[in-house]
């Protein structure tokens, strides 16, 4: 079992950048694969970039060549840089861990049902 706490949410002007950090405890972190998700006031909360175990990477299509995922597996850690923020980027945003197959993480990285532990959430708003 893993334990993840996120930090690093902040309010941010349009165009700047932030960069959030998950922090696991528990063994096996690294036999896991870690997403980050989101959720706005009145809408679901959707995936917005995966890492697998291999280090592949995953990312929703608002986000690409904006957000980068990556992970340090002897901080135990994940992160998320993200870089020219928009207003729509304003969220909650979640840590999430999980052990899919190889073929699931494949056909559903950034699906919430792929992930079976999950952090509290930092929150992210982006407000001239």
């Known amino acids: 079992q893993v334990q993840l706490v996120e930090s690093g949410g902040d309010s941010v002007q349009p165009g700047g950048s932030l960069t959030l950090v998950c922090a696991g405890s528990?063994?096996?972190?690294?036999?896991?694969?870690m997403g980050w998700f989101r959720q706005a006031p009145g809408n679901e909360r959707e995936g917005v970039a995966s890492?697998?175990?291999?280090?592949?990477?995953r990312y929703h299509a608002s986000v690409k060549g904006r957000f980068t995922i990556s992970k340090d597996l002897a901080k135990n850690s994940l992160y998320l840089q993200m870089n020219s923020l928009k207003p729509e980027d304003t969220a909650m945003y979640y840590c999430?861990?999980?052990?899919?197959?190889?073929?699931?993480?494949?056909?559903?990285?950034?699906?919430?049902?792929?992930?079976?532990?999950w952090g509290q959430g930092t929150q992210v708003t982006v407000s001239s």
């Open positions: 999430a861990a999980g052990r899919p197959s190889p073929i699931d993480w494949i056909l559903r990285a950034l699906k919430q049902d792929t992930y079976t532990n």
């Open positions: 528990g063994s096996l972190f690294g036999s896991y694969a």
């Open positions: 890492i697998a175990t291999d280090t592949r990477t």
